[in-house]
């Protein structure tokens, strides 16, 4: 069985824009990588996830941590502005 080299794309720390659905609308999120998560079978990767910590998108003034959130839902990292 050949091994797999991916990696995930994200680290901890990263701050990223991710979506997240409520199972009735998606939302556009941003928040920072607590713990990436890689699941195996075998030698292959078989998922990578991620939490993030966030502000709430129901109650926006509320930090939350978004739990499970699949890698193909992460949009990019955040560019941090020079100031």
Known sequence: ?????RAPLY?????V????SNGRKEFSCRGTICT???FRSGEQIT???YDIE???HASPGKKCIY???DE?????RVQKSIG
């Open 72 to 76: 193909k839902y992460i949009v990019g």
């Open 54 to 56: 966030g502000y709430d």
């Open 11 to 15: 680290r901890q720390g990263d701050l």
């Open 67 to 69: 739990k499970h959130i």
């Open 47 to 49: 998922g990578i996830e």
């Open 36 to 38: 990436v998560d890689m």
């Open 1 to 5: 069985m050949k091994k797999e080299l």
């Open 17 to 20: 824009n991710f979506r997240f």
